[in-house]
């Protein structure tokens, strides 16, 4: 029996035997959406790290430069569709054998492909919010104000890049134009967490009930080097559960793993 055959039975052992999983999902499981990861196989940047908080908070050039390439990037990535990985996970629940599901990921493919029980831990891109007022609007509303704002950029085409951010290098910033709150005029920014911003108590109590109510962890397409989904592996361990890793290369929990299945998400999922 090949490699590959034996970690897919084993893999299928694993969740005939734990009927209520506790999922974790990575930028491992969009990739076949067509969504860039971050890290490579072991576990390091492949890229600059993603922006922070206190930079977008921080000038006017910041925030031009981070809309300028969500403008541009986008025009895809509001438009990507749920892939393998997503339906399998989405057909697990429907047969009652995901107690919940935490995502690290922003693109809202999880719902998309049918999962209800989800916690979207780093929030959603398909919606911004203003940082003064709260007030809440949609993603492509807002892409229409970017795009009204800066006819011509676009015209502009650039790499994708993770999170529907683009690869613009060498352009000026200083001319593109973000639109204010249209409630107060204040500072808009997509209704994710960026690093250096903390997740929402709620998320992070929902997640912990849903730990607590499982019998195993399947973390799917996830190294664990950021600490807001780690903390449930490493809470999972202390407890003694049984936790299943499908990911290429290193994870930071590799040592408090029952299983490791280093194949693509779509592949090992879609398998079962």
Request: charged share 25%.
């Amino acid at each position: 029996m090949d490699t590959r055959v034996s970690d897919l039975a084993a893999l299928r052992g694993f969740i005939d035997r734990h009927p209520r999983l506790f999922v974790l999902t990575g930028a491992g499981v969009s990739t076949d959406s067509g969504i860039p990861d971050y890290r490579d196989t072991e576990g390091e940047w492949k890229r600059k790290p993603p922006m922070t908080l206190q930079t977008f908070m921080g000038g006017d050039l910041a925030r031009a430069r981070y809309w300028a390439r969500s403008m541009v990037g986008w025009r895809r990535f509001g438009h990507v569709q749920p892939n393998a990985s997503h339906r399998a996970l989405a057909r697990l629940e429907s047969r009652g054998r995901v107690a919940l599901l935490v995502t690290q990921n922003v693109d809202g493919l999880h719902e998309a492909a049918g999962s209800r029980e989800v916690v979207d831990l780093h929030g959603r891109l398909d919606q911004v919010r203003c940082m003064a007022c709260d007030w809440r609007g949609g993603r492509h509303a807002w892409q229409e104000a970017l795009q009204d704002g800066n006819p011509d950029w676009t015209l502009l085409d650039a790499t994708d890049a993770p999170d529907g951010d683009a690869d613009l290098d060498g352009e000026d910033f200083t001319r593109f134009r973000v639109p204010p709150c249209p409630n107060c005029g204040g500072i808009v920014k997509p209704d994710v967490v960026f690093f250096g911003e903390t997740v929402p108590r709620a998320r992070v109590d929902r997640a912990n009930a849903g730990l607590m109510g499982a019998d195993a962890v399947l973390v799917a397409g996830s190294s664990l080097m950021v600490y807001s989904g780690y903390r449930f592996v490493t809470a999972a361990a202390r407890n003694g559960m049984p936790i299943a890793a499908i990911n290429l290369g290193r994870t930071r929990a590799d040592s408090m793993l029952t299983l490791k299945v280093e194949l693509p998400c779509a592949v090992a999922l879609d398998a079962l």
